[in-house]
C-alpha cells in the first residue's frame, strides 16, 4: 500500500488533538475532512476562524485551507478514519469511559467503506478495543480483520508545543495486521518525522497510559515531599536543589496539582482496570489530587500569618492548567474554587488569567492592574509569561507561588 492509494482522511473530534493533526495532514497533501458534532464549532472554523490558541497554529490553519482541508458536522464516506474525541474516566469506578469513542466508531461503521481502517488516537485503557469497540463492529455483522480494521495511534503532543511536537515526536501504532500498520505508518509519516513503532493494540493502549503514569508518579513524589517538609520546617525547594546535584537524581518541582486531559485522567485507568495491583498509582493520583487543598491550607494559614480576614482581597492567577495556554481542563484553580466554595468563600476571591477572556467563573477580571489593585495577596497558580516579565509589580503584595516563578523577597512558597 502506496502513500497514493491513501483516499480520503476523516478525522473525528476537533478539539485539542484531533484539529491539530487534522490540519498537519491536510498540509502535507493528505485529502481530509474535520468532523465533529458541535455545529457552532465546526461554523468558526469554515469561517476561518480557529477554535484554541496554540503556538503555530493559525500559521497551520492557513496552509490547511490552502492545501483544501474542509470541516463538516457530517461523518465522510471513505477507508480511513481518525478518532480523537474525549475520554474521560468514570468518577466511581475510575474506570475510561469510552462512550465517544464507541459512538464515533457506530457511526463510522453506518458508513465506511469495504475494508477500512478505523485508528482511535484517544487515549483509552489496555484492552478498550477488545472488550468495547470490537463488539460494535461484530454485532453489525463486520468481520474484524477482514471488511474492518482497528488501529491505535495515540497522541502524544502537549499544548504550548503542539505543532513542534506532532511534528518530531516518536509514535506508536498499534493493530492486528502488521500490513495495515505499515498503511497507517506511511499516513503518519506523511508529517511525523520522528520515529514510528509498529506494535499490537494492547501494547500500544498500555504504552501511552503507562507515560503518563510515569510522569504523575514523579509529580506526587515531589508533592508529598513539600507537603513533608513544610510540616517540618524545612525548604522543600533547597532539598530538591541540592538532591538533584545527584547525577542520578532528577526530582521535579512541587505544584499545585495536576491538571490537562492526560496526567490528570490517565492513571486512573490503570487504577480502576487493576484494583489491589495499581497501589502506587492510586496514591499519586491522591496526593497530586490533594494539592488544591493544600494550596488552600496555605492560602489561610499566609492570611492568617498576615493579619488578613477579607477573603475579597485574595487573588489567584491563573485558571488555566499550564503555563502559555488556553486550557482549562482539570485545571487546580478550578479544584482550588471549588473547595473555597465548600467553605463558602469561593465566590469572593479574585481571579484573572490572561489567555481566558470569556468570564467562567465569578469575580473573573480580565486586565492584570485592575486584578493587583483589586488584591492585597497574590497566589500564583499559574506561570504565564505575562506574570514573570511584570513580577515587579507584585512588590508590596503578599505573595504565595505555587510554580517557583517569583524571586522576590518574602514570597511564600508551597
Same mark, same amino acid.
Not at 116 to 126: A, G, L
Not at 191 to 213: H, L, P, Q, S, Y
Not at 280 to 302: C, G, H, K, T
Not at 323 to 329: L, T
Given at each position: 500500500?502506496? *502513500?497514493?492509494?491513501?483516499? /480520503?482522511?476523516?478525522? $473525528? ?43 503555530? *497554529? ?7 485551507? =490552502?492545501?483544501? $482541508? ?27 469511559? &469510552?462512550?465517544?469513542? #464507541?459512538?464515533?466508531?457506530?457511526? $463510522? ?10 485508528? @482511535? ?9 477488545? #472488550? ?5 463492529? =461484530?454485532? @453489525? ?14 497522541? %502524544? ?13 516518536? #509514535? ?8 495495515? !500498520? ?12 520522528? =520515529? ?5 493494540? #494492547?501494547?500500544?493502549? /498500555? ?11 514523579? @509529580? ?6 513539600? +507537603? ?5 520546617? /524545612?525548604?522543600?525547594?533547597?532539598? $530538591? %536543589?541540592? &538532591?538533584?546535584?545527584?547525577? %542520578? ?5 512541587? !505544584? ?27 496514591? &499519586? ?17 499566609? /492570611? ?11 487573588? *489567584? ?19 482550588? *474554587? ?44 499559574? !506561570? ?10 507584585? +512588590?508590596? +503584595? ?17
Amino acid at each position: 500500500m502506496i *502513500l497514493g492509494e491513501i483516499n /480520503m482522511v476523516n478525522v $473525528i473530534g476537533l478539539g485539542y488533538i484531533g484539529l491539530p493533526t487534522a490540519l498537519m495532514l491536510s498540509s502535507h497533501g493528505i485529502e481530509v475532512v474535520g468532523t465533529d458534532y458541535n455545529e457552532d464549532l465546526v461554523a468558526r472554523l469554515n469561517r476561518g476562524e480557529t477554535t484554541f490558541k496554540e503556538k503555530g *497554529l493559525d500559521k497551520l490553519f492557513s496552509s490547511a485551507i =490552502e492545501a483544501g $482541508i474542509r470541516f463538516s458536522s457530517e461523518y465522510q464516506v471513505t477507508d480511513i478514519y481518525i478518532v480523537s474525541v474525549p475520554t474521560p474516566y468514570d468518577s466511581t469506578s475510575k474506570k475510561v469511559n &469510552a462512550q465517544y469513542v #464507541r459512538e464515533a466508531v457506530g457511526h $463510522i461503521l453506518e458508513i465506511c467503506l469495504k475494508n477500512s481502517v478505523i485508528v @482511535i488516537e484517544s487515549t483509552i485503557s489496555p484492552g478498550t478495543i477488545e #472488550r468495547q469497540i470490537r463488539p460494535i463492529a =461484530e454485532k @453489525i455483522g463486520f468481520v474484524v480483520g477482514q471488511d474492518i480494521h482497528f488501529a491505535h495511534a495515540p497522541e %502524544r503532543i502537549i499544548p504550548g508545543n503542539m505543532i513542534y511536537e506532532l511534528l518530531y515526536n516518536n #509514535r506508536t501504532i498499534g493493530v492486528d495486521d502488521w500490513e495495515v !500498520g505499515e498503511r497507517i505508518k506511511e499516513l503518519y509519516a506523511s508529517f511525523c518525522e520522528g =520515529e514510528i513503532i509498529i506494535t499490537d493494540i #494492547r501494547t500500544a493502549e /498500555m504504552t501511552k497510559v503507562v507515560e503518563n503514569t510515569f510522569r504523575d508518579i514523579n @509529580i506526587a513524589y515531589a508533592n508529598e515531599l513539600a +507537603k513533608i517538609c513544610r510540616s517540618d520546617n /524545612m525548604d522543600v525547594y533547597e532539598i $530538591i %536543589r541540592i &538532591a538533584n546535584k545527584h547525577p %542520578r537524581v532528577n526530582i521535579l518541582s512541587p !505544584g499545585p496539582g495536576v491538571g490537562g486531559h492526560c496526567i490528570s485522567v490517565d492513571p486512573w485507568f490503570l487504577v480502576g482496570d487493576y484494583p489491589g495491583l495499581a497501589n502506587i498509582i492510586l496514591a &499519586a493520583r491522591r496526593i497530586n489530587d490533594s494539592m488544591p487543598e493544600f494550596v488552600l491550607e496555605r492560602v489561610y494559614d499566609i /492570611m492568617k500569618e498576615n493579619g488578613m480576614s477579607d477573603v475579597s482581597r485574595v487573588g *489567584l492567577y491563573g485558571l488555566t492548567y499550564k503555563e502559555n495556554v488556553d486550557d482549562i481542563r482539570e485545571s487546580p484553580t478550578f479544584q482550588v *474554587l471549588w473547595t473555597m466554595e465548600r467553605h463558602l468563600c469561593g465566590n469572593h476571591v479574585k481571579v484573572y488569567d490572561p489567555f481566558i477572556q470569556k468570564d467562567i467563573v465569578p469575580n473573573q477580571m480580565h486586565d492584570l492592574e485592575n486584578f493587583l489593585g483589586e488584591v492585597d495577596l497574590v497566589v500564583i497558580m499559574v !506561570g504565564h509569561n505575562e506574570i514573570i516579565e511584570n513580577i515587579e509589580k507584585l +512588590k508590596g +503584595k503578599i505573595v504565595l507561588d505555587t510554580r517557583g516563578v517569583c524571586k522576590l523577597e518574602g514570597t511564600y512558597r508551597l
